[in-house]
Structures are given as structure tokens and as C-alpha cells.
């Protein structure tokens, strides 16, 4: 009896011996297994989660901010190639591009010999006001001795750099003085002028050059209207070669100004926005006004939706090479911590119904970057036989074909001249030493330079100076070898490039374009187009104009 009562425990230890396997079976599911499943049900919470369990987990301590940071350059990289991430430390430098304007005390300086070389003090600036002077030397910044190999453009910059209304101290060493001169200079905002450069090429054709679509081109490109306005312009010539774009709105807002009104500037669409049509207003001012659009393969993005509106609308002629190719529009996304990324949201599309964006494949960012690379050795720089278009064809206003899928192609095809360039030459420029011999050259004549108030005074001084056969003797010093024939043959080039920097150095930019264009083939292309009238096109022959 006593036997038989025993076993009426056995059911109830096996239940609990069930219970507490499956409790202990579900502690290690969770701690080895269970993460996984969660993974897999949670969908686009995955990334989280996995960041989470390495945070957790993983063997070693993780520097989980800085994993974070490399991992988001690598997320973006897999949409497409202009889809950034952009760091806090980063983001108001970039910030500041667009907008046209940052806070320091206004200077442009390089670094030369160890120490830091003011080039020009921008006028109405900080630094002009406190008497600062181009050729100064800053030797010490807030009573710190700032010279020797160490120093870097980027430190130098935070440096100078600060909050407006913020004060830094300057030790300046300038030729002609003994002692070292004591500036304290009250920090404020610098405008970043996009319009590089306003002047007239012939007494009845003016000139516009501009390196970046900012928040300020706009205005910026209507005071250079009106100063070409008093000099009574009849013909323009924009030069956007280089300019790798900017903001959107900026180039709709430059392409009304010569546009008709109710013709179509650009249009966006996405798979979350819809198509969106921006149109002139026909209270643009100089909407018959001759016009000369300069590119090349550097102009991008906002300067290709100007192009594409002249070429489309058959407006203006297009000169150069062809262009970049980017028909992405990005709207920027911030953090807290002040990072933030441009998030690709929509193509643009010209008033033809091309987008001009050149193609890509997903996660190959690196042939995408090497593109130009590939064009140069293909000889598309050197000869439009070399280009290769194999887009969809579109057509303009009257009738002329266009291609999509591969930038814009200009109506004037304006090869790169080569043909002086040598191994000597690439070395000099590549190395530096013809910006280092004329910042010396600069600081040498100073005060005879100053004496010069047109380029043509002082190039033709500089002509008289031996200045190519001194930079030789100057370069070889430093350990590049002359080389005679070399030297003969890119003697031009050479000539050009010293006038030009020791020009840029003593002179406003307009002067300094003044110079490099004296000679461009683009630009003695447009003064002659402008000049026989034939700036609007005309309707293929065998096609009647459409005017819808």
C-alpha cells in the first residue's frame, strides 16, 4: 500500500519537470536563437535590431557612433551616386556653399614655406577694415606662434573662422616692416560671391562668369545685368564651364530672365512626388537679349537645367563640351546631431522630356566617378566623332534633335587644346611650383605692381621680366629637373599660367578672366556668333517650326 501511494507523485513531478524544461528551453532560445527570429519578423527594423544585438553581444567593446557613421555612407552608396551622408562637422561648410555666406574675417591666404600668405582681403570685409593688406604674413594667431610644417589650410581655417561678433588676434609680419604688426579683428559675415567675374568682351558684348548656383547667384547675376546695362550691352555670354551646380530654384530663377513668357524651365517627378512643371513668367527683362551659354564636362546639375532650357526652348546657343550628366534632385534630411544627408527624390527633366542624367548601376559608384576619366581616353575631349549618344532622341521647339541619358551636348563643339602640353608642364603645375614662384614673384614687385590699373599695363611689363626662363631656374632649385625642349614647346602655357596667378594675385577676378579669356577658343566662338547674329536657332530644313 505504502508502494502504491509513491506513485501518485509521479504525474505531478513529471509536469513539473515539463514546465521547467520548457522555461529553461525558452531562457536559451531567447539568450541564442531568439534574436534571430525577432530579426526576421520585424522587417525594416532589422537594422536597429542588428545594431542593438552587436551593442549587446558582440565579444569585443563596439564604438557604436562611430560604426554608425561608416555605415551610413555605405547604406546610401547602394541607391545612387548622389544620395550622401554628410557629416555634423561637415554639414555647415556645406550649408554655407549654398547659402552664400559664412562667418570669419575675410581673407584668401595659401600656405607657403611654412606660413600662411594673405592673398587678397575681400573688400568691406573684416580684415580690410582692420587694415590687413594682400602679401601680409600671419605668424601668430591669438598669441600662438602659428608656422612651420604642421600647419594645414584646414586648421588654419578653424582658426579664423568663428562666430560673428567674435574676436581673434593676428601677428603679422609684412615686407618692409621690422617689427610684427598686432591686428585684433572682430569676426562677421564674408559673402561667398557666385558671380565670379562681370565685364565686357567687345564694347557691345558682356560677360558673366559663375562657379556655383547658391542663394545669392539670383541677385548677384541681376546687379551684373544692370552694371553691363550702363556699358550698354547688346549680345551675353554666360560661362558656366566648371560649375558643378547648386540649387534648383536658382536655376529657374535665371533661365525666366531670358525666357518668353509660358515656356516650360523644368520639370521633377518621383515615385512620392508628382510630376511638378515649373514655367516662365514672361517678366523676364531680357527674354531677346543675344545669349552664348558656355559648358563643359565639369558644369553639372543646376547648370545643365539652365543649358537644357536655352537648348530646348531654343533660346541661346549652347558652346563647349558636353556636359556632366546629373538629372537627380536630393532634399536635404538633418539629424540632431546636425548630420544630414541628401536623400535623391525626384529626376529632373528638360522642357524636351529628357532627363540628362548619365547612367549608372546600383552599387557601382566607382565606374559612375570614372566616367570622365573614360570619355578623356576615348578622345571625347579632343573630337565630337569621339561621342558616343545613345539615349532616346527628343526634339525642341523647332524641330532639332536633342539626347537624353548623358548630358547635355552643345550646339558648338569646342575641343580641348592639348597639343603644348608636356610631362615638364603637368609636373610644375601638379607640384605647385608655379603658384609658389609667383606668390614670390608677387611679394618681390609688389610695389611696382601696384602701379598697373589695366591687364594691359601689366602684362605688358610682365613681358619684359624673363618670367618663364626665371621660373625654371626657380623650380629646378627645388627639384625639378629643366628640361629645354619641354619648357620651349608649353613656353605659352607656361606664360599663361604665371601672368595668370601673379594677375590673380594683384587684380580683381574680373581682371584675371579678363586675361585667360583674351585667347579662349569658346569665347572668340561666342563674340562671333553674337556679332554675325546668329545666336537663335533655326528649324532643321526639312522640318516646319512647331509653336505650341
Not at 74 to 88: F, G, N, Q, T, W
Not at 504 to 522: C, G, R, V
Amino acid at each position: 500500500m505504502k508502494h502504491k501511494n509513491s506513485f501518485r507523485y509521479v504525474p505531478f513531478l513529471l509536469a513539473i519537470c515539463l514546465v521547467g524544461g520548457i522555461l529553461i528551453g525558452n531562457f536559451y532560445t531567447l539568450q541564442y536563437s531568439g534574436n534571430r527570429l525577432n530579426i526576421i519578423n520585424t522587417g525594416t527594423n532589422k537594422i536597429n535590431d542588428l545594431l542593438r544585438i552587436i551593442d549587446d553581444q558582440y565579444v569585443d567593446t563596439v564604438n557604436m557612433p562611430d560604426l554608425i557613421e561608416k555605415a551610413m555612407p555605405r547604406i546610401l552608396s547602394e541607391l545612387d551616386p548622389h544620395s550622401v551622408y554628410i557629416k555634423a562637422k561637415d554639414a555647415e561648410a556645406a550649408a554655407n556653399d549654398l547659402k552664400g555666406s559664412f562667418s570669419g574675417i575675410g581673407v584668401s591666404f595659401t600656405i607657403h614655406e611654412d606660413t600662411i600668405h594673405i592673398i587678397s582681403v575681400i573688400k568691406g570685409g573684416p580684415s580690410e577694415r582692420t587694415g590687413l593688406l594682400a602679401g601680409d604674413r600671419i605668424v601668430s594667431i591669438n598669441d600662438t606662434v602659428y608656422v612651420g610644417d604642421t600647419i594645414t589650410s584646414e586648421k588654419c581655417m578653424k582658426r579664423l573662422k568663428g562666430e560673428k561678433g567674435t574676436t581673434v588676434k593676428l601677428g603679422i609680419k609684412r615686407m618692409g616692416e621690422k617689427d610684427l604688426l598686432d591686428y585684433t579683428i572682430v569676426r562677421g559675415d564674408i559673402p561667398l560671391h557666385s558671380v565670379e567675374a562681370t565685364y565686357m568682351l567687345t564694347p557691345e558684348i558682356g560677360y558673366v562668369k559663375i562657379k556655383s548656383f547658391s542663394e545669392t547667384t539670383y541677385p548677384e547675376l541681376l546687379v551684373s545685368l544692370a552694371k553691363l546695362g550702363q556699358e550698354n550691352f547688346k549680345g551675353l555670354v554666360i560661362d558656366l564651364r566648371g560649375n558643378i551646380g547648386g540649387i534648383m530654384q536658382t536655376a529657374i530663377q535665371m533661365a525666366n530672365i531670358f525666357l518668353p513668357k509660358d515656356r516650360l524651365i523644368v520639370y521633377t517627378e518621383g515615385r512620392k512626388f508628382t510630376r511638378e512643371e515649373y514655367v516662365s513668367d514672361g517678366r523676364g527683362a531680357f527674354a531677346h537679349l543675344p545669349l552664348v551659354v558656355l559648358i563643359d564636362e565639369g558644369s553639372a546639375s543646376a547648370s545643365e537645367i539652365f543649358a537644357g532650357a536655352i537648348q530646348d526652348n531654343d533660346r541661346g546657343t549652347i558652346i563647349g563640351r558636353r556636359s556632366f550628366g546629373k538629372g537627380l534632385v536630393q532634399m536635404p534630411v538633418e539629424f540632431r546631431d546636425g548630420s544630414v544627408i541628401r536623400l535623391t527624390i525626384a529626376r529632373y527633366y528638360t522642357p524636351s522630356g529628357r532627363c540628362i542624367h548619365k547612367p549608372y548601376e546600383k552599387g557601382h559608384g566607382e565606374e559612375y566617378d570614372n566616367d570622365l576619366l573614360e570619355r578623356y581616353e576615348r578622345g571625347e575631349f579632343f573630337s565630337a566623332d569621339s561621342i558616343h549618344q545613345n539615349g532616346p532622341q527628343y526634339k525642341t521647339r523647332l524641330g532639332r534633335v536633342v539626347y537624353g541619358n548623358g548630358g547635355v551636348m552643345p550646339d558648338i563643339f569646342i575641343p580641348e587644346d592639348t597639343s603644348a602640353v608636356t610631362v615638364y608642364y603637368k609636373e610644375a603645375v601638379f607640384s605647385g611650383l608655379i603658384h609658389q614662384y609667383a606668390l614670390k614673384f608677387t611679394d618681390t614687385h609688389r610695389q611696382e605692381l601696384e602701379k598697373f590699373q589695366t591687364v594691359e599695363e601689366m602684362v605688358k611689363y610682365l613681358k619684359t621680366k624673363n618670367i618663364v626662363g626665371d621660373f625654371a631656374k626657380f623650380a629646378q632649385e627645388r627639384g625639378l629637373r629643366r628640361r629645354n625642349l619641354m619648357l620651349y614647346k608649353s613656353r605659352k602655357l607656361f606664360e599663361c599660367n604665371l601672368f595668370g596667378n601673379i594677375i590673380s594675385n594683384m587684380m580683381e577676378t574680373d581682371q584675371f578672366y579678363e586675361f585667360i579669356n583674351s585667347d579662349d577658343p569658346a569665347i572668340l566662338q561666342s563674340i562671333q556668333i553674337i556679332e554675325k547674329g546668329e545666336t537663335f536657332p533655326t528649324p532643321p530644313q526639312d522640318i516646319e517650326p512647331h509653336h505650341p
